[in-house]
Structures are given as C-alpha cells and as structure tokens.
C-alpha cells in the first residue's frame, strides 16, 4: 500500500468527514479529490489507507472505477454516526 506523503493536509477524521457529508452515499475518488483540492493519487492512497483500516468499503464497478463509502466506524470516526 502506498502512504500518503509528508505534505498530507487532512486528518482522517476530516477526510471521512468529507465522505460524510458528500450529497450521495457512495463517492469516487475524483469528487474527494474535487473536493478536497487534492491530488487523485493523493486521495487513492488516503483512500487505501482508510480501507485498511476499516473505516471504507470499496467496490469495483468497471474495469477500472471504483466507488467508496464510510463503514459504520468511520461514520463514527468521521463524527456522523446516525
């Protein structure tokens, strides 16, 4: 798994607070990465780590896309849990 480098702006808890409040509850690494004026290899690794984890799911739904969204626990480390 590659890691995020030195310069990484976001916790996690506000990069899964974006996840949360994003308007649909599956997001794909290019509107994280719209959103968070980031890099889409920047928001891929942030995004592997937080499968790892355990707080993102991840689904491939092409042959090359894949779409995400928050676990119960990262709902709860994100501050959302309903």
Same mark, same amino acid.
């Given at each position: $798994? #590659? %890691? /995020?480098? /030195?310069?990484?702006?976001?916790?996690?808890?506000?990069? =899964?607070?974006? $996840?949360?409040?994003?308007?649909? /509850?599956?997001?794909? @690494?290019?509107?994280?990465?719209?959103? =968070?004026? &980031?890099?889409?290899? #920047?928001?891929?690794?942030?995004?592997?780590? $937080?499968?790892? %984890?355990?707080?993102?799911?991840?689904?491939?739904? #092409?042959?090359? @896309?894949?779409? &995400?969204?928050?676990?119960?626990?990262?709902? %709860? %480390?994100? #501050?959302?849990?309903?």
């Amino acid at each position: $798994m #590659g %890691k /995020p480098g /030195p310069n990484r702006r976001v916790s996690d808890r506000e990069f =899964l607070r974006e $996840m949360a409040i994003a308007p649909d /509850p599956i997001v794909t @690494a290019n509107e994280l990465s719209e959103r =968070l004026d &980031y890099s889409r290899a #920047g928001v891929n690794n942030i995004l592997d780590e $937080m499968v790892e %984890k355990g707080f993102v799911i991840e689904r491939e739904v #092409g042959s090359r @896309a894949k779409v &995400y969204w928050l676990t119960r626990e990262g709902r %709860k %480390k994100a #501050g959302k849990l309903d």
